[in-house]
């Protein structure tokens, strides 16, 4: 009878313990997956992220948006004659200085919102370029190593099997969460590059304002949005490879549980801090 319980032991430990290690792969396998995957992502331009979207954007930019934008200008431009005048004493010092002034400054407003696109794109393939240079740097020296497991299955060979059970439902709520946390991660890469949809496709508007002193804060604003959003990747790679590094100071010991609990909590930190990263760059660049 003790020999049945004994096998009948060692086989609810075997099990047990194969869990706890499926667990703890699994957990890392989708921690390593998901750093890899946001340092890709977030280094891809709008136009090579999901193209069908972009030509998407830039069709409705074009087709909808930019009567609009041109109606603007007109209305800026006529606005901006009429201060030249009046400024001038309603004519009374004529000076056809001024009708060259507006007849350049109308010039380079329909330029810029004729290349509202180039413009916009060049923004993010500059910003593109410093978060791609920071991955490659990112990921060579802070990668995610698991290979420190590789001694714990002894350790949980050697429990009983109540410990283990125990264990194995920590494990599995770890688990759990870090593949919610994945998902959230997941939203706020995707959420920014929606975000940078938005504000290219009604870009020509505020390139309109550029004809006139006082509209042209809409237009400095929304640049300054535009840098701000396209650099927040760099801000993601920073966090990322705090990230990264905080996790390589936790030592796996017999305490399996207490680490993969501080993994856990490094993970809600980095969800926590990539929703702060837009606000960041936002106020760095002072954009509202």
């Known amino acids: ?32 997956t998901q750093v890899a ?13 999901v193209p069908a979207i972009f030509n998407m954007i830039r ?24 201060q030249l005048v009046i400024g001038h004493n ?8 001024i009708f060259w002034k507006w007849i350049f400054k109308t010039f380079v407003a329909v330029e810029l919102i004729t290349h509202t696109t180039d413009i916009t794109m060049a923004v993010f393939d500059v910003a593109g370029h410093v978060v791609r240079q920071s991955g490659g740097i990112i990921a ?19 429990m009983d099997v109540g410990p283990l059970f125990g264990i ?15 998902v959230i991660i997941f939203v706020i890469v995707y959420a920014r590059m929606i975000e940078i949809y938005m504000m290219v496709s009604l870009a020509p508007i505020p390139f309109a304002t550029f004809g006139n002193r006082e509209q042209s804060m809409i ?35 017999a305490d399996l549980v207490g ?17 702060k990263t837009g606000t960041v760059a936002r106020s760095i660049f002072h954009a509202h």
């Not at 680490?259 to 929703?275: D, E, I, N, P």
């Open 168 to 182: 194995f439902l920590q494990t599995f709520v770890v688990k759990f969460l870090i593949y919610v946390l994945s």
């Open 259 to 275: 680490s993969l609990w501080g993994v856990m909590g490094y993970t809600v930190l980095l969800a926590f801090t990539l929703f």
């Open 90 to 97: 309603n004519l009374a010092n004529f000076e056809t200085f």
């Open 140 to 158: 060579g020296s802070t990668a995610i190593n698991a290979g420190a497991l590789a001694g714990i299955e002894a350790t949980l060979m050697a």
């Open 37 to 49: 995957q946001i340092t890709a992502e977030v280094g891809t331009t709008p136009a090579n992220f």
């Open 219 to 253: 237009g400095q604003n929304y640049l300054r949005s535009l840098v701000a959003v396209g650099l927040q990747g760099f801000l993601i790679m920073v966090c990322i490879g705090i990230y990264a590094v905080l996790i390589q100071r936790i030592t796996f010991t």
């Open 1 to 32: 009878m003790d020999r049945i319980l004994e096998q009948i032991t060692d086989w609810l430990r075997e099990m047990l313990v194969a869990g706890i290690m499926d667990n703890v792969t699994g957990t890392f396998d989708n921690v390593n």
């Open 59 to 82: 069709n409705l930019s074009n087709n909808v948006i930019m009567p609009i934008a041109g109606i603007l200008l007109t209305v800026i431009a006529c606005y901006e004659l009429i």
